[in-house]
Every structure is written in structure tokens, then in C-alpha cells.
């Protein structure tokens, strides 16, 4: 925001150059970015934040943030040039207009006073080179007195015809779809909900706090003038610029929040300047319609505290003097302080922020580096974070390239995935119709992907760690899953989902957890076939004892089809928490044998629905000790197969003996046993 430092000078009367007032700026107040010399001014620009735009966002209260700074009392009580803004203006005769605010929250407090000009003249030279200084363009006087104004209180104010509004009378509510108004620049709006905006008794005139509607403005001919300082719900004033492509000054301070009485110092300064430069004549009261006032904010300050957080050994007197300069009040409470917030420093709202403003007085500067006292503990560990980046290794390690995708969706993609759209969170401000829900599934987001990148790529293996957002009794159920997607041209789902398969044993392992097993028998799973991402018979739930953590499985057909998959895809999700909760980080080892391992295979022809883990619960307990581990390594179904309803599975006995070689005899003995306890189940064994 640019200020002229003359004008700055005027009201707080110090002596530093622009350029030492910079520097002392930068280290204890805002960042000032540029001086550029105009005409005979100075102007300073400087980053004010948003939180202190309502306070110091004006030459008013930037010059009282100089002053406190400096330790000065502000040199001129006249804010500026013209006189004194605190003076009473006379109510006088009746109001010729009538104001009401449909909702109070949209315009909590609003005045205005009606004046009468002989014409509208240009603006003094003095005035026109403040605004000039300031980055504005001079017009006329009418314009060039609101601006000054609001660049002087950080009040914007507009004015109106007041011969131009229809009916006598105004009326302050939120627009509805499809109204339409005609700004001052000419430019034709379409308005949206929630805009809020002003209108006589047949149209619009005004977008509040943005800019005037055309058909109300002041022009050359104007003899009668409305002039209208008002406070208005700032959420609705950023919002509708944004949705109007819009900013200015005013839009911006409203945006920010302004004090409820900085209405009537505006006011009473705007017809103040009104009156001494266009003679302008009162035609009636002030309008003022304001609520009851607010209960001052009022903090417990604790000097021992604020001497420990700032580092130094600050008296109680000083504290004192700190609050007085910044305009606060103070009230002694045994050792502490009960300081009262003026409101329009609407930044303070605890115990630290008093601290700071007491820092930035002291002087950062004078606050000598010193490491801390107290001993430093080490953070808690999460656990969520460190498993979540063994799988990132893990799965980069297996192929797999990770993806961070939106977590939005809307309703074509919820169709195409069967979902329910009523368990979907929906968005208030949607990007667009495509984004307006978070998605309740975040496992349909990657399989969109893989069929999106298979259209560029022969081979697609993404993973990701995200949220799903389901709506269930009221309230929002937050997930974090881990989704491995994968697909290849020509591939067989088949071999899909045992590579997929693979890759999740390689990271259960991984990360200590050795125990989990398919359950491929899902009672559920022909029930509400529609509703499931997965194929019902080509999917299996990923389990740790009697525990789901997640699923592995074909995507549905049906799914494929509505999102034009040539591709089988074969996916699991699995739950991030639960996960981090089983992992463990301790790994069972045991020396390499001494003595040679001796392998052996065997072949196992089963019904279809005949799962691995079946066949290994037979050979392991009979196989006994010297059976250290089984590798299923092949599946087989041929034609005749396929006919009888049966497949063959092969697997590696690896068998070895940590005290001795293993003979032929004794291997001979063990394969046997296998073979005739997989035989009394009504199997074929070929070894």
C-alpha cells in the first residue's frame, strides 16, 4: 500500500528522512518495499498485512503505528488537512430517504448524511497530489474527497445521486441468480447468490463494498449527493470480488474487516471536506443504523511471562508505556495486567500477540541470539509417516511409480463407478462440476489414471497414499489407504493379480508383518454385485489374523467398460493406519545353514475354488522341521482342465537341517508323508 510521507509527517511530526523511517520500518514494523520520490512528496510503500490493514491500512492509524514506534505523541490531532474529523455533525430536518438492511450480518453498521452542492468543481491542488502520491487518479472534487477520505480513515465511502434513486428509498440485501447491474466502468455483471448489493424501489444501483451501479453515479449536473459510509460482512465482500474478477482499495479493506466506528469518523470527515471546498449544505440528519456496541476485548498480560518469552528483564513501567503508545488500555491486577484491546486491532486476540507488540517496540535488534535453556526433547515419533515412506521405497523398489492425485470427483465419475453420491461430502465452493464432491472412495481417482495412461503407455503401475471422505449418520469418516493400480496390454488378469499379489507379500514382509493371508471365500461378495469396484469372483480380501486391512482384486467389467478399458486393471487398497499400527520395525533372523538345503517339487491337481493356503496348511505340518519354507511357482489349467473344473498348482519344498546333511532317505520318507495326506483329500499329486 503506498502512503505519502508528507502527509505521514503532517499528522505524527517526526523528523526521520523517508529513507531512515524505512529502515527503522523494516525491523520493527512492516516491510517497506519501495520510496519513489513524486513531485515534492515521498511514496512509501508498504506491506501491511491483512489482519492490520483495519488499523494501520490508512495514513491515520499508519502514522500512529510510526508514532508508537518512535515513542512519539501524535504532533497533529486534525487528521490531515480541512479540520477536525471528531467534530460533531449537526442532525438537522428530516431524512428524505429511508435505508433497511434485509439481515444484519451483511451491513452490521451503516450511515450516510444528504447534501446539497452548487457544482462539482475539481479537487484542490493539494489534494490532488496526496492521491497522486498515493497511486490514484484525480477526478473531480466528489470523487477525490472519498478517495481522500479512505486513504486518510480507512474508511471507503461512495456517493450517490441522491436525485437518481427511485422512491426514497434504499434497501441493502444479498442478490439473487441471474440479477444484472451496469457498473461505473461501464462493464455489465450477471450476478450470482450472496452478492450483497444495494437497490432502490425499481432496480439495482450498487454493488456493496465493490463499486456503484451506473445508473446512480454523480455526474456533472449532480446537485444533490448521498454520501454513504457503511461496514459490510467482509467473507461476502472477498468472495463476490473473486467471483467478479474484481479488486480495488475498498474492496480490499472491506475484505479485511472494518471497526464499526470508523463509519461515523469517515462520515463525519467526508462532509467536513465537502463543506469547505464545494460549500456543500446538510439536507438532514445523519442516518445511522448501527447495532448495540460490542463488549471490549480484554486480555491478562503476565510481565514474568513475557520477560521469559522475549529474553529479557523488562519493568512493569515499560510494559506500561508499550500499551500506552499502541492505544490500549491497562488496569494493574496484583502483578499482572488486564490489558483492553481497542477495536480496531482486531490482530490481538492473546496473551503472545501482547507479547509481540511488546518485542517489536523493545526492538528486535536489541534482542541478543541465545540459545535456549530448557532441554530439548525429541519430537514424538510418527509412526503413520515413517511406515508410510518404508511402503514409498518398497513400492519404487517393485516398479511401481507414485501418484498424488485430487482427492475431488463429481457426479460422471461417481456413475461411472457405480458410487453413491449421497455419501459423498459435497463441496460449498466447487472448482467445477467435476470437483464439487471429495471423493468417497479415493481407490476409483487411480483406476481412472491407469486407464487414462493406458492409452500413452503399454504398461501403467502407480500407487498412492490418499484420503477418502465418506458421509455416514451426519458426519464425515476421514481414511488414508494405500492403492496399488496396475495393468499391462495383452496381459491376462490372471497374471496381473498374482504379480499384484507378489508385490503386497514383498511389503507386508517388509515391514515385519508375516502373518496375513487371502480370503478368497467371501460370503458377501455376490450380494450388491453393482455397488463393488471389484470383480465378486476375482478379488480377495487382504486379512492379518481374522482383521481386513484391505482388498486385491480385478476391477468389475462393467466398470471397465464405462470408462473405455480395453485393459483388465487389477488394484488393492489397503488402510494406512491399520497398517502402521501392525508394522514393525524388529526382524526375525537365523544363521545361514551350515549344511546343503535339498529342494523338491511337487505338483497338486485341486478343484478351482481350491485355495494355496489350503494346500499349505497340509504339506507344512507334515513336511515337519526340516520343511524351512514352500514357493507356489506355478499355475496350470488347460482346455481339459478348464472342462473338469480343476486347475494344478506347483510348488518348491525346500528342506534342510541345521545339524547335518539331509539323505536321500530321509527326504524320500517326508515327501511321501506329504504326498498321502494331500491324497486323503481326494487330490492328485504329481512329484
Given at each position: 500500500?503506498?502512503?505519502?510521507?508528507?502527509?505521514?509527517?503532517?499528522?505524527?511530526?517526526?523528523?526521520?528522512?523517508p529513507?531512515?523511517l524505512?529502515e527503522?520500518?523494516?525491523?520493527r514494523?512492516?516491510?517497506?518495499?519501495t520510496?519513489e520520490?513524486?513531485?515534492?512528496?515521498?511514496a512509501?510503500?508498504?506491506?501491511?498485512?491483512?489482519?492490520?490493514?483495519?488499523d494501520?491500512?490508512?495514513?491515520?492509524?499508519?502514522?500512529?503505528?510510526?508514532?508508537?514506534?518512535?515513542?512519539?505523541?501524535?504532533?497533529?490531532?486534525?487528521?490531515?488537512?480541512?479540520?477536525?474529523?471528531?467534530?460533531?455533525?449537526q442532525?438537522?430536518g428530516?431524512?428524505?430517504?429511508?435505508?433497511?438492511?434485509?439481515?444484519?450480518?451483511?451491513?452490521?453498521?451503516?450511515?450516510a448524511?444528504e447534501?446539497?452542492?452548487?457544482?462539482?468543481?475539481?479537487?484542490?491542488?493539494?489534494m490532488?497530489?496526496?492521491?497522486?502520491?498515493?497511486?490514484?487518479?484525480?477526478?473531480?472534487?466528489?470523487?477525490?474527497?472519498?478517495?481522500?477520505?479512505?486513504?486518510?480513515?480507512?474508511?471507503?465511502?461512495?456517493?450517490?445521486?441522491?436525485?437518481?434513486?427511485?422512491?426514497?428509498k434504499?434497501?441493502?440485501?444479498?442478490?439473487?441468480?441471474?440479477?444484472?447491474?451496469?457498473?461505473l466502468?461501464?462493464?455489465?455483471?450477471t450476478?450470482?447468490?450472496?452478492?450483497?448489493v444495494?437497490?432502490d424501489?425499481?432496480?439495482?444501483?450498487?454493488?456493496?463494498?465493490?463499486?456503484?451501479?451506473?445508473?446512480s453515479?454523480?455526474?456533472?449536473?449532480t446537485?444533490?449527493?448521498?454520501v454513504?459510509?457503511?461496514?459490510?460482512?467482509?467473507?461476502?465482500i472477498?468472495?463476490?470480488?473473486?467471483?467478479?474478477?474484481?479488486?480495488?482499495?475498498?474492496?480490499?479493506?472491506?475484505?479485511?474487516?472494518?471497526?464499526?466506528?470508523?463509519?461515523?469518523?469517515?462520515?463525519?470527515?467526508?462532509?467536513?471536506?465537502?463543506?469547505?471546498?464545494?460549500?456543500?449544505?446538510?439536507?438532514g440528519?445523519?442516518?445511522?443504523?448501527?447495532?448495540?456496541?460490542?463488549?471490549?476485548?480484554r486480555?491478562?498480560?503476565?510481565?514474568?511471562?513475557?520477560?521469559?518469552?522475549?529474553?529479557?528483564?523488562?519493568t512493569?513501567?515499560?510494559?506500561?508505556?508499550v500499551?500506552?503508545?499502541?492505544g490500549?488500555g491497562?488496569?494493574?491486577?496484583?502483578?499482572?495486567?488486564?490489558?483492553?484491546?481497542p477495536?480496531?486491532?482486531?490482530?490481538?486476540?492473546?496473551?503472545?500477540?501482547?507479547?509481540?507488540?511488546?518485542?517489536?517496540?523493545?526492538?528486535?535488534?536489541?534482542?541478543?541470539?541465545?540459545l535456549?535453556?530448557?532441554?530439548?526433547?525429541?519430537?514424538?515419533?510418527?509412526?503413520?509417516?515413517?511406515w508410510?515412506?518404508?511402503?514409498r521405497?518398497?513400492l519404487?523398489?517393485?516398479g511401481?511409480?507414485?501418484?498424488?492425485?485430487?482427492?475431488?470427483?463429481?457426479?460422471?465419475?461417481?456413475?461411472?463407478?457405480?458410487?453413491?453420491?449421497?455419501?459423498?461430502?459435497?463441496?460449498?465452493?466447487?472448482?467445477?462440476p467435476?470437483?464439487k464432491?471429495?471423493v468417497?472412495?479415493?481407490?476409483?481417482?487411480?483406476?481412472?489414471?491407469?486407464?487414462?495412461?493406458?492409452?500413452?503407455?503399454?504398461?501403467?503401475?502407480?500407487?498412492?497414499?490418499?484420503?477418502?471422505?465418506?458421509?455416514?449418520?451426519?458426519?464425515?469418516i476421514?481414511?488414508?489407504?494405500?492403492?496399488?493400480?496396475?495393468?499391462?496390454?495383452?496381459?491376462?488378469?490372471?497374471?496381473?493379480?498374482?504379480?499384484?499379489?507378489g508385490?503386497?507379500?514383498?511389503?507386508?514382509?517388509?515391514?515385519?508383518?508375516?502373518?496375513?493371508w487371502?480370503?478368497?471365500?467371501?460370503?458377501?461378495r455376490?450380494?450388491?454385485?453393482?455397488?463393488?469396484?471389484?470383480?465378486?469372483?476375482?478379488?480377495?480380501?487382504?486379512?492379518?489374523?481374522?482383521?481386513?486391512?484391505?482388498?486385491?482384486?480385478e476391477?468389475?467389467?462393467?466398470?471397465?467398460?464405462n470408462?473405455?478399458?480395453?485393459?483388465?486393471?487389477?488394484?488393492?487398497?489397503?488402510?494406512?493406519?491399520?497398517?502402521?499400527?501392525?508394522a514393525t520395525?524388529?526382524?526375525?533372523?537365523?544363521?545361514?545353514?551350515k549344511?546343503?538345503?535339498?529342494?523338491?517339487d511337487?505338483?497338486?491337481?485341486?478343484?478351482?475354488?481350491?485355495?494355496?493356503?489350503?494346500?499349505?496348511?497340509?504339506?507344512?505340518?507334515?513336511?515337519?522341521?526340516?520343511?524351512?519354507?514352500?514357493d507356489?511357482?506355478?499355475?496350470?489349467?488347460d482346455?481339459?482342465?478348464?472342462?473338469?473344473?480343476?486347475?494344478?498348482l506347483?510348488f518348491h519344498?525346500?528342506f534342510?537341517?541345521p545339524?547335518?546333511?539331509?539323505?536321500?532317505?530321509e527326504?524320500?520318507?517326508?515327501?511321501?508323508?506329504?504326498?498321502?495326506?494331500?491324497e486323503?483329500?481326494?487330490?492328485?499329486?504329481?512329484?
Amino acid at each position: 500500500m503506498k502512503f505519502s510521507y508528507n502527509w505521514l509527517k503532517e499528522i505524527a511530526g517526526f523528523k526521520e528522512s523517508p529513507q531512515q523511517l524505512a529502515e527503522i520500518l523494516n525491523i520493527r514494523s512492516f516491510e517497506v518495499e519501495t520510496i519513489e520520490k513524486v513531485g515534492n512528496d515521498f511514496a512509501i510503500d508498504a506491506k501491511i498485512p491483512t489482519n492490520r490493514i483495519s488499523d494501520a491500512g490508512h495514513h491515520m492509524g499508519f502514522a500512529r503505528e510510526i508514532s508508537a514506534v518512535l515513542n512519539l505523541k501524535v504532533k497533529n490531532q486534525k487528521i490531515g488537512r480541512g479540520g477536525n474529523a471528531r467534530k460533531t455533525v449537526q442532525k438537522i430536518g428530516r431524512s428524505s430517504i429511508k435505508i433497511s438492511v434485509a439481515a444484519e450480518k451483511l451491513c452490521p453498521r451503516y450511515t450516510a448524511q444528504e447534501l446539497e452542492i452548487e457544482k462539482i468543481t475539481p479537487s484542490p491542488q493539494w489534494m490532488q497530489e496526496r492521491l497522486i502520491t498515493c497511486g490514484m487518479r484525480p477526478i473531480d472534487a466528489v470523487v477525490d474527497i472519498t478517495n481522500y477520505v479512505m486513504l486518510e480513515t480507512g474508511q471507503p465511502l461512495h456517493a450517490f445521486d441522491l436525485d437518481k434513486i427511485k422512491g426514497g428509498k434504499m434497501t441493502i440485501r444479498e442478490s439473487k441468480m441471474g440479477e444484472e447491474l451496469v457498473t461505473l466502468d461501464g462493464i455489465p455483471h450477471t450476478l450470482s447468490e450472496e452478492v450483497i448489493v444495494i437497490e432502490d424501489t425499481e432496480r439495482l444501483i450498487d454493488l456493496a463494498g465493490i463499486m456503484g451501479g451506473r445508473n446512480s453515479c454523480v455526474s456533472p449536473g449532480t446537485r444533490k449527493i448521498l454520501v454513504q459510509a457503511a461496514v459490510f460482512d467482509p467473507a461476502k465482500i472477498y468472495k463476490a470480488a473473486r467471483a467478479l474478477n474484481f479488486s480495488s482499495a475498498a474492496s480490499k479493506i472491506y475484505s479485511a474487516g472494518i471497526d464499526l466506528d470508523r463509519t461515523q469518523i469517515g462520515l463525519q470527515r467526508v462532509v467536513e471536506l465537502f463543506t469547505t471546498i464545494l460549500g456543500a449544505k446538510r439536507l438532514g440528519p445523519v442516518i445511522d443504523i448501527s447495532p448495540k456496541k460490542a463488549a471490549p476485548t480484554r486480555i491478562r498480560f503476565r510481565p514474568e511471562h513475557a520477560s521469559g518469552a522475549i529474553g529479557q528483564n523488562l519493568t512493569s513501567a515499560f510494559y506500561k508505556s508499550v500499551f500506552a503508545r499502541l492505544g490500549f488500555g491497562v488496569q494493574k491486577k496484583g502483578t499482572d495486567f488486564l490489558v483492553e484491546i481497542p477495536s480496531i486491532r482486531r490482530d490481538i486476540q492473546i496473551e503472545e500477540d501482547l507479547i509481540e507488540e511488546v518485542a517489536r517496540m523493545f526492538g528486535y535488534e536489541k534482542i541478543a541470539p541465545k540459545l535456549p535453556e530448557s532441554p530439548i526433547a525429541l519430537p514424538p515419533s510418527n509412526d503413520e509417516y515413517f511406515w508410510a515412506e518404508r511402503v514409498r521405497d518398497t513400492l519404487v523398489g517393485a516398479g511401481f511409480t507414485e501418484s498424488i492425485l485430487y482427492e475431488f470427483t463429481g457426479d460422471r465419475e461417481l456413475g461411472e463407478f457405480r458410487a453413491n453420491a449421497e455419501q459423498a461430502p459435497r463441496l460449498e465452493n466447487p472448482m467445477n462440476p467435476e470437483t464439487k464432491y471429495l471423493v468417497p472412495r479415493v481407490l476409483i481417482k487411480y483406476i481412472s489414471s491407469v486407464a487414462e495412461n493406458l492409452r500413452n503407455f503399454d504398461s501403467v503401475r502407480i500407487f498412492g497414499i490418499a484420503k477418502s471422505f465418506r458421509k455416514e449418520g451426519g458426519i464425515i469418516i476421514e481414511r488414508k489407504d494405500l492403492i496399488l493400480a496396475a495393468t499391462q496390454k495383452g496381459a491376462s488378469g490372471e497374471d496381473e493379480f498374482y504379480q499384484m499379489k507378489g508385490v503386497i507379500d514383498q511389503l507386508l514382509e517388509g515391514i515385519g508383518i508375516s502373518d496375513h493371508w487371502y480370503d478368497e471365500m467371501i460370503e458377501s461378495r455376490i450380494k450388491n454385485q453393482e455397488s463393488r469396484v471389484f470383480h465378486p469372483y476375482r478379488m480377495a480380501e487382504i486379512k492379518i489374523g481374522d482383521e481386513k486391512i484391505g482388498n486385491i482384486g480385478e476391477i468389475h467389467p462393467a466398470i471397465l467398460k464405462n470408462i473405455k478399458s480395453k485393459a483388465r486393471i487389477v488394484a488393492a487398497e489397503i488402510d494406512m493406519a491399520t497398517l502402521a499400527q501392525l508394522a514393525t520395525a524388529e526382524q526375525e533372523y537365523r544363521p545361514i545353514g551350515k549344511y546343503p538345503a535339498v529342494v523338491r517339487d511337487i505338483a497338486v491337481r485341486v478343484p478351482h475354488d481350491t485355495r494355496a493356503e489350503d494346500i499349505l496348511n497340509i504339506i507344512e505340518p507334515t513336511g515337519g522341521e526340516l520343511l524351512i519354507d514352500t514357493d507356489l511357482f506355478d499355475y496350470f489349467q488347460d482346455e481339459a482342465m478348464n472342462e473338469s473344473d480343476q486347475k494344478s498348482l506347483a510348488f518348491h519344498l525346500i528342506f534342510q537341517s541345521p545339524e547335518r546333511t539331509l539323505t536321500d532317505a530321509e527326504i524320500h520318507k517326508r515327501m511321501t508323508q506329504i504326498q498321502e495326506a494331500l491324497e486323503e483329500k481326494g487330490w492328485t499329486v504329481r512329484s
